[in-house]
């Protein structure tokens, strides 16, 4: 009897010192990351023994993948917001608002239409000028800013991640090499350190886990890619430019260490790496080319209307912007040595949308233009096609632009490209213009005189008209056939307009040399010039076509036989702000392209409205990701909670347990302690 008591109380000691160090090790790493709470069981006592026990940890792989993607989401979210939310406040501020520039500066415009000989008018002109670049310098800084700093966390982030899914990758085989053995059980810190990774790399990109031989974890992205693979294999993330360096994109190394690029869209890679390339995207990419976007228009617009006017020296108008040449972007695939610039052709800055470009020479002399969004991708058309134009190359000048494109939508671009050196068929370069000329728009010139107030042409009446008729202001269209003094380039610097006596519908033109035949004014009065060249009666004073005279005018009310309208050059127009007038007019006109399919009127907004529809994008943006973010915040505590109750350490659990095995120990003890007992009494009595 006292060899079972003997028997039963030494297994009761150990079973029960095999629950206290189990109980011991989940106190002592209650407070260590990624510890999974571990419990020992026994098998029931069999021939007085109780079997050594088995310790396992207490692990619900469900929860466990739930948590790390709550926790890839919420990490995604957290990122945006934080970086989102430094460039909403900064672009809300009224100190870089853009549109307090542009209305100072169009403000003091109209300050000047009332004194246009004023130089201390004119100068503060050209200060708002300089002030309207600065500050959209200054926003584009901002923009650069971020994106530096995007592109230095994502260097950390992806250095982390590589780090990781070596570690994973080496403590699978450190666990296959146990898996199966007497040692397996008392490794389960590698079980721990392996999870804790796992969950770490979820934090930096959405990830999936699958079982693997000999008890080891093979990962994937969200996405499909493999990261982690069987037999210690495992792949890793690379950053690199193409064909933008400063662009920086995620690209995975497989292929036997070839760097292939990863087509996935930020919005599933999730993680901060996710979150980070999907800011860059949404916020940083779109409010740099938008900025960029608007000063082009404005910058392009106004340096027309200049052209059209004449300055305070009695001048044709010159550029009071420097419009941007910028440098396209190789790719590295290309096997030319072609190169490409890029420019806003003159007149067609209206045209530009706020996008980047990849322009393919698709053929001799050939481009094809590719306008994409903010992601990269070619934007599809109404049929879900690429939509592109294709366009010809000057063989000679290398250019492509609207006068060798007649009728193509060619997005306001002007491209170049060097013949010295022509691409290869299939080469591709990327334009980045509104993004680039965003910090490098420039004043033409600092004079204020420059500023071209007046209108190269004047009109009268004749004063010994008798008639209800007067004459209009006038329209220039084109000075290209005008001199700089000016000259209309007629046989005079004047052209008469006369009611004809033969017939009271009848009118003829005359230079003071030439004289038109009669001709029919319509009802409507407007575009004489026009109407002289439709009825095929210009030809008699001028060469030029009606466009090519460049300026027209109307006549209102009705005059009587024998009146007579002059329309002449504006020599020493020094007073005049009738072009002034049409500069001011800028501020309302609808000179920024909304959308890069149609090209319509209907589809543009003013400058205000532009910069108003970009700061409420970027807000608009940033708290929908707020919202995400607090729902996504929530599910993954929710997630952790439940991940906690099933595999955490609950002290109140651990200290029931101590007191509870201490008690079954000190039994056992006893036991043992009588069995002794009676076994001492029992050899005595023999002797």
Do not use: C
Not at 102 to 128: C, G, H, K, Y
Not at 223 to 238: H, I, K, Q, R
Not at 261 to 274: A, F, N, Q, R, T
Request: net charge negative; hydrophobic share 35%.
């Amino acid at each position: 009897m006292s060899f079972n008591l003997f028997d039963i109380a030494s297994s009761g000691v150990r079973a029960s010192s095999e629950l206290l160090q189990t109980t011991s090790k989940n106190i002592t790493n209650v407070n260590t990351v990624g510890y999974v709470r571990e419990r020992t069981e026994h098998m029931t006592m069999i021939d007085n023994q109780v079997g050594r026990g088995e310790t396992y940890r207490l692990l619900n792989e469900f929860a466990q993948k739930q948590l790390n993607r709550d926790t890839s989401n919420k990490t995604f979210f957290d990122q945006f917001v934080t970086e989102a939310g430094r460039v909403d406040s900064l672009f809300s501020q009224e100190s870089n608002s853009l549109s307090t520039s542009v209305n100072s500066f169009f403000n003091n415009i109209q300050e000047s239409l009332n004194q246009p000989s004023s130089s201390v008018a004119r100068s503060l002109v050209m200060t708002d000028a300089q002030s309207l670049i600065e500050q959209m310098d200054r926003l584009s800084g901002i923009v650069i800013d971020q994106q530096s700093v995007v592109n230095e966390q994502l260097e950390i982030f992806s250095d982390e991640a590589n780090n990781l899914i070596q570690n994973i990758s080496t403590l699978n085989n450190k666990i296959a090499a146990v898996d199966g053995t007497s040692q397996e059980s008392g490794s389960s810190s590698l079980y721990n350190e392996r999870d804790k990774a796992i969950r770490d790399l979820s934090a930096l990109i959405d990830i999936e886990t699958l079982d693997g031989p000999n008890g080891s974890k093979q990962i994937y992205m969200g996405t499909g890619e493999a990261l982690v693979m069987e037999n210690g294999t495992f792949n890793l993330f690379s950053l690199t430019g193409d064909p933008d360096p400063n662009f920086k994109e995620l690209k995975l190394d497989v292929q036997g260490g070839k760097a292939v690029p990863l087509e996935v869209d930020p919005s599933k890679l999730k993680g901060k790496i996710g979150g980070l390339l999907a800011f860059r995207d949404d916020i940083l990419v779109p409010a740099q080319n938008q900025i960029g976007q608007m000063g082009l228009a404005l910058a392009d617009t106004f340096n027309q209307q200049n052209h059209l006017g004449m300055d305070a020296d009695g001048n044709l108008g010159g550029d009071i912007f420097n419009i941007p040449e910028v440098q396209a972007f190789a790719y590295q695939a290309n096997t030319g040595n072609g190169s490409m610039t890029a420019t806003v052709e003159a007149g067609k800055g209206n045209e530009l949308p706020a996008s980047d470009f990849i322009v393919k020479y698709s053929g001799t002399n050939e481009v094809e233009i590719y306008p994409i969004d903010n992601k990269g991708e070619m934007i599809k058309d109404a049929n879900g096609n690429n939509l592109f134009t294709t366009a010809s190359v000057d063989p000679t000048t290398g250019k492509v632009n609207s006068q060798n494109n007649t009728g193509l939508d060619l997005f306001g671009l002007e491209l170049t490209l060097d013949m010295s050196s022509t691409p290869n068929i299939d080469d591709q370069f990327m334009v980045k213009l509104n993004s680039q000329a965003s910090t490098s728009l420039e004043l033409a010139t600092n004079r204020p005189e420059d500023i071209a107030l007046a209108s190269p042409i004047r009109t009268a009446n004749d004063i010994n008209n008798t008639g209800a008729a007067s004459i209009s202001a006038g329209t220039v269209s084109d000075v290209s056939n005008f001199t700089d003094t000016p000259s209309l380039q007629l046989s005079t610097d004047s052209l008469t307009l006369t009611k004809s006596a033969e017939n009271p519908d009848m009118f003829t033109l005359t230079d003071g040399v030439n004289t038109s035949a009669p001709f029919t004014i319509d009802s409507s009065g407007k575009n004489i010039i026009q109407q002289a060249e439709t009825a095929g009666v210009l030809g008699a004073i001028t060469t030029l076509t009606a466009e090519e005279v460049g300026f027209d005018f109307n006549i209102e009310g009705t005059p009587a036989v024998g009146d007579s309208f002059t329309i002449e050059a504006n020599a020493d127009g020094f007073d005049d702000n009738r072009n002034g007038q049409l500069l001011a007019d800028i501020q309302y006109s609808n000179i920024v392209r909304q959308n890069v399919v149609g090209n319509a009127s209907n589809n543009h907004k003013t400058l205000n409205q532009s910069y108003t529809g970009l700061v409420s994008d970027i807000g608009v943006v940033t708290h929908q990701a707020q919202t995400s973010g607090a729902a996504f915040t929530a599910l993954a505590e929710q997630s952790e909670a439940w991940y906690e109750s099933l595999s955490g350490v609950n002290l109140d659990e651990e200290a029931a347990n101590l007191l509870r095995f201490q008690q079954s120990y000190a039994a056992s003890a006893q036991v043992l302690s009588t069995a002794r007992a009676i076994f001492d009494t029992l050899l005595n009595a023999a002797r």
